[in-house]
């Protein structure tokens, strides 16, 4: 009876531990998402202006994983070798951006061949839903001043996607979000006369088909390596126009699921 009784006691304990081991785990995951909200990137492009040279104005939606860093390399096993200016702070619209002296410095290098910008994850859906006329105006003097100092820059608008955590951004779901973020998406990029970049339909694909592979991270708003990879593809797609050939970088995602991305890319673009 007594050996009976150290066992539970012992099992007791193994599973009080096991829990506590999960739940300082995942306090850890969260804790570091939370830094990363208040990261920044900036850099100026390294190659001469005969170089293909990349413009990044964005937020964590775009440094989460180095998803900067993954476009570049995808593009290099493409044989293509991109020269990056960027700058990516957290939580930041276009509005913010446009008084920021780093996104200033940033588009000021000129002679970009490309631009990819992306505004807060749920701007273009408060646009559709609330008729926001800031968030175009602020759009349109982004595209100015990246014009004015790359006049034949392609500038390219990020349609984001949706997610379900801080309760779909007030939106209430993450349809009724995507919903609203694809209606307002093209009709800004149709309004300031951009290409869009849709990034969210792609995540609805491998939502649909294949849930066992989980684009975001533990707040269910940002992008796993996963969600990264997925996006840098679809952006190579769009920025190229030439199909993937050879061997593609998988940027430490395994390969069966990033040759899965890669198609999606694909189909989504097409």
Same mark, same amino acid.
């Given at each position: 009876m007594r050996d009976y009784q150290n066992q539970s006691a012992k099992s007791g304990y193994f599973v009080i531990f096991a829990g506590m081991k999960r739940f300082l785990t995942l306090l850890l995951v969260l804790f570091l998402c939370a830094g990363a =909200?208040?990261?920044?990137?900036?850099?100026l492009p390294q190659g001469g202006y005969d170089q293909l040279r990349v413009l990044l104005v964005g937020n964590s939606f775009t440094y989460f994983h180095d998803c900067d860093s993954m476009l570049v390399q995808i593009a290099r096993s493409q044989g293509k070798e991109i020269h990056l200016g960027e700058y990516l702070k957290g939580g930041q619209t276009f509005g913010q951006h446009l008084n920021l002296p780093a996104t200033s410095s940033a588009i000021a290098a000129g002679s970009y061949h490309y631009a990819f910008i992306q505004d807060l994850s749920y701007n273009a859906a408060l646009y559709s839903r609330d008729g926001r006329k800031d968030i175009l105006e602020n759009t349109l003097e982004l595209k100015r001043r990246i014009l004015q100092a790359s006049p #034949?820059?392609?500038?390219? =608008? #990020?349609?984001?996607?949706?997610? #379900?955590?801080?309760d779909a951004a007030g939106f209430g779901s993450a349809a009724n979000l995507d919903r609203h973020l694809a209606k307002g998406a093209a009709r800004i990029a149709r309004k300031a006369r951009l290409? =869009?970049?849709?990034?969210?339909e792609g995540f609805n694909i491998v939502r649909s088909e294949r849930p066992d592979i989980n684009l975001f991270e533990p707040d269910n708003k940002h992008q796993s390596a996963e969600g990264s990879y997925l996006k840098c593809c679809i952006n190579y797609l769009i920025m190229t126009g030439e199909p993937f050939h050879g061997e593609v970088a998988t940027c430490g995602i395994d390969a069966e699921t990033a040759a899965y991305l890669r198609d999606v890319a694909v189909r989504t673009v097409k």
């Open positions: =909200l208040h990261a920044q990137k900036f850099a #034949e820059c392609h500038i390219i =608008l #990020e349609r984001t996607w949706s997610y #379900e955590g801080a290409q =869009l970049s849709p990034i969210g």
